[in-house]
Nanobody, 121 residues
């Protein structure tokens, strides 16, 4: 059984910073891409950033230059450093990992439970 557990959400004023972290645990053979998605009330879930096992990164246009994704392959963790936060960044942020739980199994997506990020004055 695989679990993704996020931490680090909360409230911050516009222009502030937050750091989200996510740890994958359980039966894990190999983790491929890890990433962060977010969902604001009344909106669809959207990808924020992703990082491959080789540390290639990809960012949504609306966070480029403000957010930085990183991962520690030895610890099966992924982090999202969020700077210059805006009210429109308010959402529930979800950790995502595309991984194989066993050597003979195919890869599939796993999700964390989500952590709330609120940006307001």
């Amino acid at each position: 059984q695989v679990q993704l557990v996020e931490s680090g959400g909360g409230w911050v004023q516009p222009g502030g910073s937050l750091r989200l972290s996510c740890a994958a645990s359980g039966s894990i053979f190999s983790i491929y891409t890890m990433g962060w998605y977010r969902q604001a009330p009344g909106k669809q879930r959207e990808r924020v950033a992703a990082i491959t096992s080789g540390d290639n990164t990809n960012y949504a246009d609306f966070v480029k230059g403000r957010f930085t994704i990183s991962r520690d392959n030895a610890k099966n963790t992924v982090s999202l450093q969020m700077n210059s936060l805006k009210p429109e960044d308010t959402a529930v942020y979800y950790c995502n990992a595309n991984l194989s739980p066993f050597p003979i199994s195919g890869a599939r997506a796993y999700w964390g439970q989500g952590t709330q990020v609120t940006v307001s004055s």
